[in-house]
């Protein structure tokens, strides 16, 4: 799967971003899609998955209630939706497929990120 993402930019705290996640060639059907972000000198973590057999979605606490994963299976495209940005959710965000949950080393295919700055 190739992925694409597209959205970064730089917000003021308590601003919002919808980043989005295109992907083409081959696609899992019964597999997670996942948003992640890493910034420099820590490991990627995971921030918001959904599987894409279901619809169900797991995130990570730091941004529960604030990030909103969702899919458009008519346009294969993944997207979420960023409100209420903190200075510390700033990073560089990742999509990914073919993995389970948070899990960052499941995933196979990743893309090539968008940065996201908060201040």
């Known amino acids: 799967v190739q992925l694409v993402e597209s959205g970064g930019g730089s917000v003021q705290a308590g601003g919002s971003l919808t980043l989005s996640c295109e992907a083409s060639?081959?696609?899992?059907?019964?597999?997670?899609m996942g948003w992640f972000r890493q910034t420099p000198g820590k490991e990627r973590e995971g921030v918001e998955a959904?599987?894409?057999?279901?619809?169900?979605?797991t995130y990570a606490d730091s941004v529960k209630g604030r990030f909103t994963i969702s899919q458009d299976n008519a346009k294969n495209t993944m997207y979420l939706q960023m409100n209420a940005l903190k200075p510390e959710d700033t990073a560089m965000y990742y999509c990914?497929?073919?993995?389970?949950?948070?899990?960052?080393?499941?995933?196979?295919?990743w893309g090539q990120g968008t940065q996201v700055t908060v201040s």
């Open positions: 959904i599987y894409t057999g279901g619809g169900s979605t």
């Open positions: 990914a497929a073919g993995g389970w949950a948070l899990a960052t080393r499941s995933y196979r295919d």
């Open positions: 060639g081959r696609t899992y059907d019964k597999w997670c």
